[in-house]
């Protein structure tokens, strides 16, 4: 069965950096598009960020410049490398292919 296993959350002050990685399980992982969601109290889950089986990206405009999508395909893990983080990024992330969802791992960002 499908599994998609986050990590790399945590507490961070505003300024920070923090990487996610997700690990993917049950699946030819190369051949499908992964993403990261977020889903911040109160408000609806959103795309953050994209990335083919080919590499190719896209992002969400509040975070462009600031994330980098990337991901190992001999590793099956996908990556969210988050930098100049906001308190606004405060949410939990949640990583995605097709209708398969992980459990989710919060990113706090706060002084």
């Known amino acids: 069965q499908v599994q998609l296993v986050e990590s790399g959350g945590g507490l961070v002050q505003p300024g920070g950096s923090l990487k996610l990685s997700c690990v993917a399980s049950?699946?030819?992982?190369?051949?499908?598009?992964m993403a990261w969601y977020r889903q911040a109290p109160g408000k609806e889950r959103e795309l953050v960020a994209r990335?083919?089986?080919?590499?190719?990206?896209n992002y969400a405009d509040s975070v462009k410049g600031r994330f980098t999508i990337s991901r190992t395909n001999a590793k099956n893990t996908v990556y969210l490398q988050m930098n100049s983080l906001k308190p606004e990024d405060t949410a939990v992330y949640y990583c995605?292919?097709?209708?398969?969802w992980g459990q989710g791992t919060l990113v706090t960002v706060s002084s």
């Open positions: 049950g699946f030819i992982f190369r051949l499908n598009t």
């Open positions: 995605n292919t097709a209708t398969y």
């Open positions: 990335i083919t089986g080919i590499g190719s990206t």
